[in-house]
């Protein structure tokens, strides 16, 4: 708003300007500023308009100010009239009021005119135009829908000033001055600028688009993909593993031997018009080493070697197996000569159209396929197909016959050389301490296989560490050996009741080992426990020339069974038949399925030589839980059970006529198997012999069963009832 202060004296008016931040004065308004004196008897002056003062620091006195100051100050000119006494008092306020109205321009609320909230480094408007006329701008760049005008002064300096939409008294002033003015073409660079956008959301698309169809691409490539098979391919000289590494199983290494000479120079056998076997077929228990074999064959044949499961064949989805099968054997034919390895080619080779319903009609589709590649129209030489199973019984007879699988190799359970060979192989990467021998190992561990023992000292190395021992010891390697036969160790037992009838229960299995002329060769007794309930046990060594054999005599069975009821025997002669536990379930089932077996498979009874019952049995069915019509009558089965019951009567007592004339042996092995909680085998049979040494009026094993434990001809035998016990 604007004040205007007038005075009696006509002849000056000030005016002062004061603008707040929120008025908005124009141009117009500011050119035409005039006040009038109040006396309208004296013609009006032009108003004096006073600089701001920031631009110019001088005070204007009035003329009326003026003589005010010198009526107030005494005069020094002789000359000059005094004042009269009432002239000085009436000039004082007039002097007071002309001072304040001339330090009005100086109150910190008054400043010079400016288009918005400006601050001390930019210039305002009015400046702006004060520069233009004082020639101090070199050049303005307007923009006007920004409402800003770019100013460059002489000196360099450069400063950004709001200007009207209305900008003609900026125009005039800038053209007196001669100041050249440029007006930026605002609409070219919002035309660029939404060119500039429409191309990003262009790019932002296609960018997009590419992704989706780079992401379907792929979708689809994988879908047309899903038939095509991914074997491991080992290349030729990849392989760690060679013969060398492979021990125990020499037969089958030297069948295979024999088919990687036939890949280095075929030139051997076909010159005496040997063909090349289409397939070689590993069969043997698990972990005898066929895997290996595999991987040994691929390490010393120099050629591709193509590794698979067969799992891998067989999908959800139709027709995905069969096409599996062709896209392995192109990838084969075009890196022949080489090998396909298949592992468990038992899960897509198992007999058509067997089990309930029919049979899986994918797997079969793999496995048509898979015959037809082996031996089928198209010529498929210089590819051999290796595979290995540990179940030969359920494989289609068209994958067996010659042709397909040419050759097949059995891989069994090493000997006692063969463990030794191979715990010599398993120990060359591992710190065995000098008293160690690994024949004696081997000679307690049979029935093992190659896994077997790799766990072994495996285990044995970890309780070495375990102990902060550098070197493995025997008693490792023995500790191993119970936690992988026996399971964990558990708390042991305290001096109780529970802990003083296990160890007559154990004492009476060792003792009956020991004393009876083909029961197997006792190991260790001990009352430490094991996980899964064992309180105690009394482990034996099988004979190794039955294992080998696969030859059962009776009489090894009929000891068998009298060591088995040695435990519940030793019960009733120390606690009565009333005070007996079910400490001996275990040993109960063991003999109703050795008797059983003895009568129904063996002929060992007074039924004669008939086989009753055999092993065959529906495997896809369920061999364990469905079982077909017997072969024999019901009056057969009645005396089949009245042979079981007999023959294990009988083997009980003669545990009975055994262990009662040494009870007082017995009580001296158990007051030193409580104390020790551990014998060894040595040990205990040394104990034994010096006992019957010293009691020579004991009487000796009853000459019954003395004959019927002694070795009689027999038919063939079962390896399986070999391992009884084991």
Known sequence: MAAVMSHPDPQVITASVSHDSGDEVGMA????????????????????????????????????????DAAAKPSTDPSAPALRKDQSHSAAPQVEGARRVNQRPLEPSSRSFSIGAGSSATPSYSQLLQDLSAGRVKDLLLSPRQGVVDVTYRDGRSSEVPVFNDNQLLIRTATQAHVPLTVRDEQRDEAVAGLLGNLLLVLLLLTGLTLLIRRS???????????????????EGGATVH????????????????????????????????????????????????????????????????SMAASEFVEMFVGVGASRVRDLFRQA???????????????????????????????????????????????????????????????DAA???????????????????????????????????????????????????????????????????????????????????????????????????????????E???????????????????????RAGGVGGFARTMPDEDILDSGLISKAYLRSRLVVVL????????????SEVTQGAAGDLQMVSRICREMVTRYGFSSLGPVALESDAGQVFLGRDWIRGDSSYSNRTGSQIDRQVRDLAVEALDQALVVLRPRRALMDVLVERLIAEETISG??????????EAAHPHLPAVPGRLSSLLTPQPSGEADVEAAKVGV
């Open 217 to 235: 691409a792929q979708v689809a490539n994988k879908a047309l993909g899903f038939g095509r098979s991914q074997p491991r391919l080992q290349p």
């Open 29 to 68: 308004g500011l050119s035409g500023l005039v006040a009038s004196a109040p006396d309208s008897s004296r013609p009006a002056a032009a108003p004096k308009l006073l600089p701001h003062p920031s631009t110019d620091t001088s005070v204007t006195e009035s003329p009326v100010t003026q003589r005010a």
């Open 507 to 529: 004492v009476g299995h060792a003792l009956l080992t020991t004393l009876l002329p083909h029961a197997d060769k006792l190991d260790k007794v001990t009352l430490l426990p």
């Open 333 to 395: 034919k075009a890196k022949a000569p080489c090998i396909i390895f298949i592992d468990e080619i038992d899960a897509v080779g198992r007999q058509r159209g067997a089990g309930i319903g029919g049979g899986n009609d994918e797997r079969e589709q793999t496995l048509n396929q898979l015959l037809t590649e082996m031996d089928g129209f198209e010529e498929n030489s210089g590819v051999i197909l290796l595979a290995a199973t540990n179940r030969p019984d359920v494989l």
């Open 682 to 691: 040595e040990s205990f049979r040394s104990t034994v012999e010096r006992w």
């Open 399 to 505: 994958l067996m016959r010659p042709g397909r699988f040419d050759r097949r190799i059995t891989v069994d359970l090493p000997d006692r050389k063969g463990r030794e060979d191979i715990l010599s192989v398993h120990a060359r990467t591992r710190p065995l301490a000098d008293s160690v021998s690994l024949s004696d190992w081997a000679s307690r561990t049979p029935g093992f296989s190659g896994a077997d023992l790799s766990n072994l000292l495996n285990e044995a190395a970890i309780l070495t560490a375990r102990r902060h021992q550098e070197r493995i010891d025997d008693a490792a390697i023995g500790d191993a050996l119970e936690r992988i036969t026996m399971g964990l160790t558990a708390a042991p037992l305290q001096d109780s009741a529970k802990k003083r009838l296990i160890a007559y229960h």
């Open 566 to 577: 040695g435990g519940r025997a030793a019960e009733i002669v120390v606690f009565g038949p």
């Open 243 to 306: 013969f060398e590494d492979v021990a125990g199983i020499g037969e089958a290494k030297e069948e295979l031997q024999e088919v990687v000479t036939f890949l280095r120079s075929p030139e051997r056998f076909t010159s005496v018009g040997a063909k090349i076997p289409k397939g070689v077929l590993l069969v043997g228990p698990p972990g005898t080493g066929k895997t290996l074999l595999a991987k040994a064959i691929a390490g010393e044949a120099g050629v591709p070697f193509f």
